[in-house]
């Protein structure tokens, strides 16, 4: 993991990208981890869990569901985290010219584990997501086929796939089973 000191936002912004590297900002230094792209099966639990909420969100226009893209979640040192998968409510969606990492945390936080997270890395993303706005965060597990809901001040919990899944106050009325996140055409 290589290490680069003190960057702004925007200054974070304006780095080349890279389709094999994933990278995040913590309080101003980023990190960049290079295991390359995620696997085909955590793709697919990505795509899957999109979909159920694009179909949900878009009809109601509730507001935009996005995958992988940035936020400011912290200034001064910045912080940019991107979740595999977000939602921000249509009150709080930025201006489609506004910056390349919108300041403020999305509602919803959709993680999905893969190999390069470390229990250190994933409690660092969580604590970050709930103490700076996030209001609801699912943690997927694809080998144990589970989502982990945590809110802030709450104790987190598990669901597996015999379990339904609710968008809580967030999504009111957002329903689906765990099973059909790990959709599979067996």
């Not at 995958?67 to 979640?73: E, I, L, P």
Request: hydrophobic share 40%; net charge negative; aromatic share 10%.
């Amino acid at each position: 993991m290589a290490i680069i000191e003190e960057i702004t936002a925007e200054e974070y912004a304006r780095l080349p990208q890279s389709a094999f590297y994933r990278d995040e900002l913590i309080r101003g230094v980023q990190y960049i981890r290079e295991p390359g792209p995620p696997g085909y099966a955590h793709g697919s639990i990505d795509a899957t869990i999109g979909h159920f909420l694009f179909a949900f969100v878009m009809p109601r226009r509730l507001g935009q569901v996005v995958h992988n893209a940035g936020f400011v979640f912290e200034r001064n040192p910045d912080t940019v985290l991107g979740p595999d998968i977000a939602f921000v409510e249509a009150s709080r969606v930025p201006a489609p010219d506004g910056p390349a990492y919108p300041d403020g945390a999305p509602d919803l936080a959709v993680e999905i584990l893969s190999p390069s997270n470390t229990r250190k890395k994933m409690a660092r993303r969580l604590e970050i997501y709930l103490r700076t706005g996030t209001r609801l965060v699912w943690v997927v597990d694809p080998k144990r086929r589970t989502v982990t809901v945590h809110r802030p001040e709450h104790e987190p919990f598990v669901l597996s796939v015999d379990d339904q899944l609710t968008g809580e106050d967030v999504l009111p009325g957002f329903e689906c089973r765990v099973a059909d996140f790990f959709y599979e055409l067996r």
